[in-house]
């Protein structure tokens, strides 16, 4: 059957407007993937500018922290600060200055520990009592105590304590387990370096003994001098952690003056 021709027309008009409207569509379509595509790259691209924006401020805030106002190379902490405050193990105050000769508090000490070593939980804590969560180390302070180096009684106290020598040196034995002989010598022989070993309470000589042997000990300014019942300042807690790092292999030990160390070489 013929159709008429007015009829016809339609048809090809509609299906003209139909091929028209699936262009015009896929037109639309690809333009929108194109301007998503665009959008996904340029927030990409804004997202990569925004790391490399953080990691120059790294640096730059690595490179102010490794240099100091109050601290020269000539000084004789210099060697045992610098490594440490590249890895960001202990900080400067916002002022620029490392303030070397202050004195180390509790709480600064967890902090600096907690930097400072990796080690497996040998206990267990899920809160400390007497501590608000809002302190500021107070998760420092639930680490250092989780691996071994402090006991919270004493921090929970008075966590504004300035600490001995004898205390960082106790924490950090405590800490590593360095609590035995190894070079085949006597406490007595290896403790003999020392001008004041008669004031080494009984109860801590053989720890002493085994920090010596492993290198841990500096004593500034007389390497023969421990002065245990001295408050510990910052250059002298850095020499400590730095050399306490290095016998577990984190660090090169620094050998210098006032390393007390007669028997480092035996103990390597």
Known sequence: MNTPSGLRLVRNITGLSISLLTLLSIGIFSSTVQANT??????????QLAQTQRSQEIRRN???????????????A???????????VIEGFPNGMFMPTNGLTHSQYAALLNKAFELREVRQVSSISGISRSYWAYSAIRKAYSMGFIDL??????????LTRLDVLTSLARGLGYTEIVSGKSVTE?????????TIPAEYRLIIAALTERGVIVNYPNRRRLNLFQVVSRSEA????????????????????????DYLEIFI
Request: glycine fraction near 4%; hydrophobic fraction near 30%.
């Open 62 to 76: 690595i490179v102010r922290q490794t240099s100091f106002t109050d601290i020269n190379q000539n000084y004789w």
């Open 238 to 261: 850095s020499s400590l952690n730095h050399q306490a790092m290095a016998s577990q292999g984190l660090l090169e030990y620094v050998r210098n003056e006032y390393d007390a160390d």
């Open 153 to 162: 009684d004493d921090i929970v106290a008075n966590p504004g304590r300035r």
């Open 78 to 88: 210099s060697s045992f600060i610098s490594p440490l405050t590249s890895r960001g």
């Open 190 to 198: 290896i403790l003999s370096i020392y001008e004041d070993a008669e």
């Open 38 to 47: 665009r959008t996904e790259q340029q927030d990409t691209d804004t997202e």
